[in-house]
């Protein structure tokens, strides 16, 4: 079982991603889930992951309440796609519990502090900026840290801005932070996650599972959503970093030198992916391109009939 921390702001792609991982602990080993202002403020997605951990029955995963904005730029959220709680669609009720005492950033370094070398694997689905506040933090876990995989920037057109992709754009610096701290990192920008659109037909099977995961996922994949984000379907980003976990084979990608662009106007959170690598430098990420979307829409079905 791969030992992983989810770093997340959720969001309905988010909370996918998350039921995914809980439907995985025979081959996930979830230490903990840490949240970010994001979609929504840090409240809110703290309150959602705790949501969704009730919804999965899964109390003994702690969850830390993390950055409440990012490191240098000003909060930007998200409400206009993910509704006023940032779960719209899924009908879930208050949480039944409060957070774990201490700091996501926190959380993460001990987390890292405790384990062996290169045995953590870092699953980022919102800004970076708990990452990047415990790289400098304490830049002593790194070694302990197996690979990032994270969700973030783009190959192509970004959503938020026509430059740049949603979790790049909100917090530039951390990003930037987390592609040059050195470790394996595995990045699933909009280029793939556009990819990722389950069927109607697939998301009418989640609703008839039967269990209220099935049902607040469908709830969340059939609410109404605003166009001209990039995607006619509803495409499910964050859960492609835990699919991949689960199941490679279905991903197919590249290393490539990637770099952020954090200055102000309008190519802020762009990334550039040196695809061809025409700028000679070492790559410092495996760069996913492609998905075989209705597979791994079939396995996740499979996955979700299992939670409560
Ligand atoms: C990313 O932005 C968020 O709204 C989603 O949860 C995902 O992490 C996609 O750009
Ligand atoms: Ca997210």
Not at 9 to 17: E, I, K, L, R, W
Not at 107 to 113: D, F, L, S, T, V
Not at 140 to 169: C, H, S, W
Request: glycine share 10%.
């Amino acid at each position: 079982r791969e030992p992983i921390v989810i770093d997340t702001d959720p969001g309905q792609d988010d909370a996918v991603a998350l039921l995914l991982a809980f439907a995985s602990a025979d081959r996930l080993d979830l230490r903990a889930i840490t949240t970010v202002a994001g979609n929504v403020p840090v409240a809110q997605t703290t309150a959602n992951a705790l949501r969704i951990r009730d919804l999965a029955r899964r109390g003994d995963v702690p969850v830390h309440s993390g950055a409440e904005g990012p490191l240098v730029v000003a909060l930007e959220t998200a409400e206009f796609v993910c509704g006023p709680d940032g779960l719209a669609g899924a009908g879930l009720p208050a949480p039944t519990s409060e957070a774990a005492p201490g700091h996501a950033v926190q959380g993460i370094i001990e987390i890292c502090r405790a384990a062996p070398d290169a045995s953590i694997t870092l699953c980022p689905l919102g800004p970076l900026t708990n990452l990047a506040l415990a790289f400098r933090l304490a830049p002593d876990i790194l070694p302990k840290v197996r690979r990032i995989v994270l969700m973030g920037g783009a190959i192509g057109l970004g959503n938020i801005t026509p430059a740049a992709e949603f979790n790049a754009y909100v917090d530039p610096h951390a990003l930037a932070v987390v592609f040059g701290c050195g470790r394996p990192i595995v990045m699933f920008g909009l280029g793939v996650t556009l990819q990722a659109i389950a069927s109607h037909e697939q998301i009418a099977r989640i609703g008839a599972l039967g269990n209220a995961a099935g049902k607040a996922v469908h709830g969340m994949l059939t609410r109404p959503r605003p166009g001209g984000l990039g995607s006619d379907g509803h495409p499910m980003h964050d859960p492609c970093v835990v699919a991949w976990l689960l199941w490679p084979e279905l991903f197919e990608g590249r290393d490539c030198f990637v770099a952020v662009e954090t200055g102000e106007g309008p190519l802020r959170g762009r990334t550039t992916i040196d695809w061809n690598g025409r700028l000679r430098r070492e790559s410092n990420a495996h760069v996913v391109a492609a998905v075989k979307a209705r597979e791994l829409f079939e396995r996740m079905i499979e996955r979700l009939a299992t939670l409560p």
